[in-house]
């Protein structure tokens, strides 16, 4: 199979209207290979649901998916942001 | 480090002004949304259309207009066998209505205030986002240097090729075509794929720290970013934004 992704960009609605603030931004240390890449930058896989995985390592980073009628999310690595106090 | 944005975002109804033809397959959405609450030049909206049988179908597309407008634009380009683009292109009228949820995608925005130099890259409709930077630059008067490299298949194809041609300030501004395909008669412009060589003449040296933005497909966004690695630009400094292949 041909590796056809686009990237974080594309679940920025999503996750902004669930969260209430911008994503793409947070800064994402990989649990795997340790990598910190921003969430725009994590490759995009479209299924079912959609799958952002590292871009170093291809290690899922976060999953977008529906289960029994309710969208579940679910993150992986350390997601760190910040804002001026 | 990430900017946490505090950032209400929620399905709102907008309603299509005008549609302007941009080439044979791509159009403008000049659109009204009551309570648009501005956006940063080079994020996007998703669209979602729904019909009359509740089926609903959702896409995102670039945000094209500067912020400094009070319309939205949006310029979408038509995807064979696509499920929305098709629709937005070829069947939507003044009056027509659909939602809009965003603006979203801090990463990928620029603003005066950000500063420069840009290096602004687009494949096909990977111009759009760029645009709306270029227009804001030009909205406040900026001369921020800016390096535009546009690739597209044909001269046809080209998105903003008059625009990109007057835009103002000129000081400062550098706008380069390729066409990939179909080059326009006479044409002693560049005529291949994005290499090594066309961005060594166009952009700024890493010594110059340049805040670069790509856009298009998928696999052009990935060349053209290892392409600018290796040669010696900060990874960092690359803001990239691929589309496609989800059926546009």
């Known amino acids: ?85 | 480090m990430g900017r946490l944005i505090p950032h209400r975002i929620a399905w709102r109804v907008a309603t299509v002004r005008e549609v302007v033809v941009e080439s044979p397959r791509a159009r403008t959405l000049v659109l009204e949304v009551p309570d648009w609450p501005g956006h940063r030049a080079g994020q996007h909206v998703d669209v979602r259309l729904t019909a009359e049988d509740g089926y609903q179908a959702q896409r995102s597309y670039s945000i094209a207009s500067a912020p400094e407008l009070d319309t939205l634009e949006l310029t979408v380009e038509l995807v064979d066998d696509g499920e929305v683009s098709p629709y937005l292109v070829q069947e939507l009228r003044a009056g027509d209505v659909f939602e809009v949820r965003g603006p979203v995608g801090g990463h990928f925005s620029w603003a005066v205030a950000d500063g420069g130099p840009l290096l602004l890259v687009g494949g096909g409709s990977g111009l759009v986002p760029l645009m709306s930077m270029l227009r804001h630059r030009g909205a406040r008067a900026s001369a921020v240097e800016a390096h535009v490299l546009a690739s597209a298949r044909s001269e046809q194809d080209a998105l903003y090729r008059d625009e990109l041609q007057g835009l103002e300030p000129r000081a400062g501004l550098s706008v380069a075509w390729t066409f990939t395909r179909t080059p326009p008669p006479g044409w002693s412009g560049y005529a291949r794929r994005v290499d090594a060589a066309m961005l060594a003449d166009v952009a700024p040296g890493p010594g110059e720290r340049p805040l670069i933005f790509v856009c298009g497909p998928t696999p052009f966004v990935e060349a053209v970013a290892d392409l600018l690695v290796d040669a010696g630009h900060d990874p960092r400094s690359i803001h990239a934004e691929r589309f496609g292949p989800t059926g546009g």
């Open chain 1, 1 to 85: 199979m041909t590796d056809v992704h686009t990237d974080g960009n594309g679940v920025a609605g999503l996750l902004g209207e669930l969260l209430a603030m911008e994503v793409t931004a947070l800064q994402r240390r990989c649990h795997s290979c340790g990598a910190e890449n921003p969430l725009a930058a994590h490759r995009a896989y479209h299924g079912a649901g959609v799958v952002l995985r590292c871009p170093a390592c291809a290690d899922v980073a976060l999953r977008i998916g529906v289960r029994d009628d309710a969208l579940v999310v679910e993150w992986r690595g350390t997601f760190t942001g910040q804002r001026p106090r």
